[in-house]
């Protein structure tokens, strides 16, 4: 009976890895499991029907019944004694037959998921113990308001800001039409998972510093101690949010007293309803410098849930055929979904944008990471390959980023606005923000580089862009 429950379990991880090999690109890694962990009800539901509701699936499914009845058979066929040892080879056989069809992923599925969770374990312990030092020397006068606005999963080739056919930034471009939106043309995001990118965007550690990202502060409390009152709403961690599966790094009771001055409790529906936090925020500053930080839900996967059909419902699947990549009825409707989603993202971002327009603020939108929406195979998400292909690069990588400057900061800092307009040609690494903002800011730490802010002239264009999973 031991026996059978070893083999079930490890029959169990192995088809999970199965799965995710082929479909996700990837077998059991620390990242992987920190995926798995951190993904919340309403993603789950989006991974069900981006992964499990699809022919793909139920071919997968029908493998395995397919190999639990072989393995049945061998179990009656077999000699009967001694059997300890005969379904110990059974568990071999398929151990050697994962291996070749999987060279890239060594061992076994028990011993990869084993050192995940190792891996994975080692990942909390040093999120727990990031660096606290922020070395502040001084702070001379910048904006009022500094605003990052962190977007999800926002394709750059499904924004009409960069040119896309279908009109799905018409809020965005008509700021830039006024002259207080810039988008930089040239943006890689250095991962294609949130919690990643999250850990690169809130700390001063780029992905090719010289020392481990737990050696290295989160900006915020930079900020915070150089006197910014810094405010972080998530639209999809709440404060509330202490589920051990939910558990990101600036969960941390400790690091949170540290960055941040206020934080969100609720989450909402719809990313509209952040603009309710900002009134929130506006009442307890009291006129002191701010640091505002929003982490919107924006195109994730499954798009159809991240915005109100009754109003932005404007792209239909007719506007799309004949695909260049499918004729299939429910792809196309993830593409106009996804489309319609980056509209409703197109209101949202605008409306936080023309909130401080009356006030001496900057706002820097960019997306976490990019999506493939069935733009040049059958595919919607982000894989996890270990030699990922240029079209992969392109779709899943390449980030929209942008920065509106309101007309009163813009007529009392014209520099500033030169400095924006001349460096929106260059090749940027998003994990280098911290030093555009902290440049932006004033506040003088030795954590600063000038050489990774984009917008001074001596920021280091021949920086080699690097990518992982």
């Given at each position: 009976?031991p026996?059978?429950v070893?083999?079930?379990?490890?029959a169990v991880?192995?088809?999970?890895?199965?799965?995710?090999?082929?479909f996700v690109?990837?077998?059991?890694?620390?990242?992987?499991?920190?995926f798995?962990?951190?993904?919340?009800?309403?993603?789950?539901?989006?991974?069900?029907?981006?992964y499990?509701?699809?022919?793909?699936?139920?071919l997968?499914?029908g493998?395995?019944?397919?190999v639990?009845?072989?393995?049945?058979?061998?179990?009656?066929?077999?000699?009967?004694?001694?059997?300890?040892?005969?379904?110990?080879?059974?568990?071999?056989?398929l151990?050697?037959?994962?291996?070749?069809?999987?060279?890239?992923?060594p061992?076994?599925?028990?011993?990869?998921?084993?050192?995940?969770?190792?891996?994975?374990?080692?990942?909390r312990h040093?999120?727990?113990d990031?660096?606290?030092d922020t070395?502040?020397r001084?702070?001379?006068?910048?904006?009022?308001?500094?605003?990052?606005?962190?977007?999800?999963?926002f394709?750059?080739?499904?924004?009409s800001l960069y040119?896309?056919?279908k009109?799905?930034?018409?809020?965005l471009?008509a700021?830039?039409?006024?002259?207080?939106?810039?988008?930089?043309?040239?943006?890689?995001?250095?991962?294609?998972?949130?919690?990643?990118?999250?850990?690169?965007?809130l700390?001063?550690?780029?992905?090719d510093?010289p020392?481990p990202?737990?050696?290295y502060p989160?900006w915020?409390?930079?900020?915070?101690?150089?006197?910014?009152?810094v405010?972080?709403v998530?639209?999809?961690?709440?404060f509330?949010?202490?589920r051990?599966r939910?558990s990101?790094?600036?969960?941390?009771?400790?690091?949170?007293?540290?960055?941040?001055?206020?934080r969100?409790?609720?989450m909402?529906r719809?990313?509209?309803?952040?603009?309710?936090?900002?009134?929130?925020?506006?009442?307890?500053?009291d006129?002191?410098?701010e640091?505002?930080?929003?982490h919107?839900?924006?195109?994730?996967?499954?798009?159809?849930?991240?915005?109100?059909?009754?109003?932005f419902?404007?792209?239909?699947?007719?506007?799309y055929?004949?695909?260049?990549i499918?004729?299939?009825?429910?792809?196309v409707?993830?593409?106009?979904?996804y489309?319609?989603?980056?509209?409703f993202?197109?209101?949202?971002?605008?409306?936080i944008m023309r909130?401080?327009?009356?006030?001496?603020a900057?706002v820097?939108?960019l997306?976490?990471?990019g999506?493939?929406v069935?733009?040049?195979?059958?595919?919607?998400?982000?894989s996890?390959?270990?030699?990922?292909?240029?079209?992969?690069?392109?779709?899943?990588?390449?980030?929209?980023?942008?920065?509106?400057v309101?007309?009163?900061?813009?007529?009392?800092?014209?520099?500033?606005v030169?400095?924006?307009?001349?460096?929106?040609?260059?090749?940027?690494?998003?994990?280098d923000?911290?030093?555009m903002?902290?440049?932006?800011?004033g506040?003088?730490t030795?954590?600063?580089d000038?050489?990774?802010?984009?917008?001074?002239a001596?920021?280091?264009?021949t920086?080699v862009?690097?990518?992982?999973?």
């Open positions: 009976m026996f059978r070893v083999f079930a379990l490890y991880v192995t088809a999970i890895e199965c799965f995710l090999c082929l690109g990837s077998g059991f890694t620390p990242s992987i499991l920190t798995l962990l951190q993904t919340d009800v309403s993603e789950s539901h989006g991974f069900v029907h981006a499990l509701i699809n022919k793909r699936f139920v997968y499914v493998v395995l019944l397919l639990c009845v072989l393995v049945w058979c061998l179990n009656v066929l077999l000699p009967r004694e001694p059997v300890p040892e005969t379904r110990l080879w059974i568990v071999v056989m151990s050697a037959i994962f291996a070749l069809a999987f060279p890239s992923y061992y076994t599925s028990v011993s990869r998921m084993l050192m995940s969770t190792y891996g994975y374990c080692q990942s040093q999120e727990r990031i660096c606290a070395k502040v001084s702070a001379r006068a910048g904006p009022q308001v500094i605003v990052l606005v962190i977007g999800e999963a394709s750059k080739h499904h924004s040119g896309y056919e009109q799905t930034n018409p809020s471009e700021l830039k039409a006024t002259g207080n939106l810039y988008p930089f043309y040239d943006v890689m995001a250095p991962y294609n998972k949130t919690h990643m990118m999250l850990k690169e965007l700390s001063v550690h780029s992905v510093s020392m990202w737990s050696s989160l915020p409390q930079i900020f915070k101690e150089a006197g910014y009152h405010s972080f998530s639209n999809q961690v709440p509330t949010d202490r051990a939910q990101f790094f600036f969960q941390n009771k400790a690091v949170e007293q540290r960055c941040f001055d206020y969100n409790h609720d909402y719809y990313d509209e309803g952040i603009l309710n936090e900002l009134e929130s925020i506006s009442s307890i500053c006129n002191s410098r640091l505002t930080i929003l919107l839900k924006g195109q994730h996967i499954y798009a159809t849930y991240n915005f109100p059909h009754e109003r419902s404007v792209f239909q699947p007719s506007d055929l004949p695909h260049k499918s004729v299939d009825v429910r792809q409707q993830e593409v106009a979904d489309d319609n989603a980056t509209l993202n197109d209101y949202v971002v605008s409306s909130w401080y327009q009356g006030r001496s900057i820097v939108y997306s976490d990471h999506e493939e069935h733009d040049y195979r059958e595919f919607l998400g982000r996890h390959e270990d030699d990922p292909t240029p079209e992969a690069i392109k779709y899943q990588f390449q980030v929209p980023f942008m920065i509106y309101s007309d009163v900061y813009k007529q009392s800092n014209p520099q500033v030169e400095r924006i307009i001349a460096a929106q040609g260059r090749k940027f690494m998003s994990d923000l911290p030093h903002l902290l440049g932006l800011s506040i003088s030795d954590w600063y000038a050489d990774r802010d984009i917008l001074k001596d920021f280091d264009t920086r862009r690097i990518f992982g999973y």
